[in-house]
Nanobody, 124 residues
Framework: QVQLVESGGGLVQAGGSLRLSCAAS????????MAWFRQAPGKEREFVAA????????YYADFAKGRFTISRDNAKSTVFLQMNSLKPEDTAVYYC?????????????????WGQGTQVTVSS
């Protein structure tokens, strides 16, 4: 089993920044890809960004390119999502996920482990 715990969400004004963290514990050797997804009220959960483990290749949704940066601290088994220039439409619950890896990094079913989520609210 792998446990994922997100932190760093909160309320921020449009144009501001937040840094989300996802700490992994347990059988961390069982996964090679970690990602962030988000789900806004009334919408389906969508892919935000992913990073391979330990190689470090990164992948982004189009809306995240240029504003969000995913990174990781291998020693601490932690993944970060730096979010800049936030917009009200970025308001959502952000989830961390871990999976075995592969090319379908944006597909939710590729991820076996999920965190509880952290709320991000961007005010206009």
């Amino acid at each position: 089993q792998v446990q994922l715990v997100e932190s760093g969400g909160g309320l921020v004004q449009a144009g501001g920044s937040l840094r989300l963290s996802c700490a992994a514990s347990g059988r961390t050797f069982t996964y090679s890809l970690m990602a962030w997804f988000r789900q806004a009220p009334g919408k389906e959960r969508e892919f935000v960004a992913a990073i391979s483990w330990p190689g470090g290749a990164t992948y982004y949704a189009d809306f995240a390119k240029g504003r969000f940066t995913i990174s990781r601290d291998n020693a601490k088994s932690t993944v970060f999502l730096q979010m800049n220039s936030l917009k009200p439409e970025d308001t959502a619950v952000y989830y961390c996920a871990a999976g075995a890896g592969g090319r379908r990094y944006s597909v939710q079913t590729e991820y076996a482990y999920w965190g509880q989520g952290t709320q991000v609210t961007v005010s206009s």
